[in-house]
């Protein structure tokens, strides 16, 4: 069974400065991807980056981007820039490819950002 | 905005009651998926429907029951509720321009058993 860890539970960053969220997972398959979500207060979950596990370019949007370190089974989430906007509980998730239970997300705990002005 | 309206927005109902919540997913796409949200599980995977026929099922109890009708929107039905079950239920959907793997998460439906 896969699994999701974010080690991280309660994060900080000053306005305009830059952190990295970090998350680890577990799984044997090959053929997967991942996923960072963002949790506002208003508990609206929205899609940040998404990163193929055959690519290994790393994803970027905008002001994130991630840092993919397949053999490690490490994918973390880093924030440049933090915006007062950027204050969320943010969540890695994994999707396993080309199973029966593909397009199942499988969450890890979670990390609050908060950030400061 | 996802695209994703799920009704109601919150729910508050006793212990043995059922409850339905109901999902309409982004024009177009075939896929509704369903998670729930507790302090104690976290994020769980509970159910999938491809256009109109389950898929995949995760965590979900017995006394719960989806289904996916044929304009697309889904229902999710929640019977004999304990107080375990007060917890966000969310809808996402997918599978549209070919793009199956982004889930896009509606605004999610509080409920609170009492």
């Known amino acids: 069974a896969q699994t999701v860890t974010q080690s991280q539970p309660e994060m900080s960053v000053q306005e305009a400065e830059t952190v990295t969220l970090s998350c680890t997972y577990d799984?044997?398959?090959?053929?997967?991807?991942l996923f960072w979500y963002k949790q506002p207060p208003s508990r609206q979950m929205i899609l940040v980056i998404r990163?193929?596990?055959?690519?290994?370019q790393n994803a970027t949007e905008n002001r994130f981007s991630v840092n993919f370190q397949k053999a490690a089974k490490s994918f973390s989430l880093k924030i440049s820039d933090s915006q007062l906007g950027d204050t969320a509980m943010y969540f890695c998730?994994?999707?396993?490819?080309?199973?029966?239970?593909?397009?199942?997300?499988?969450f890890g705990q979670g990390t609050t950002l908060q950030v400061k002005p | 905005d996802s695209g994703v309206t799920q009704t109601p927005k919150h729910l508050i109902t006793a212990t043995g009651q059922r409850v339905t919540l109901r999902c309409s997913p982004r024009?177009?796409?075939?896929?509704v998926y369903w998670y729930q949200q507790s302090l104690d599980q976290g994020l769980q995977f509970l159910i999938q429907?491809?256009?109109?026929?389950?898929?995949a099922k995760g965590n979900i109890l017995e006394r719960f029951s989806a289904q996916q009708f044929p304009d697309l929107h889904s229902e999710l039905n929640l019977s004999s509720l304990e107080l375990g079950d007060s917890a966000l239920y969310f809808c996402?959907?997918?599978?549209?321009?070919?793009?199956?793997?982004?889930?896009?998460f509606g605004p999610g439906t509080r409920l609170t058993v009492t």
């Open positions: 996402a959907s997918s599978a549209r321009d070919g793009n199956t793997y982004e889930q896009y």
């Open positions: 799984t044997s398959e090959n053929n997967y991807y």
């Open positions: 990163q193929e596990a055959y690519k290994q």
């Open positions: 998730a994994f999707m396993k490819l080309f199973s029966s239970n593909t397009g199942k997300l499988i």
């Open positions: 024009s177009g796409d075939l896929s």
């Open positions: 429907y491809y256009n109109g026929e389950e898929r």
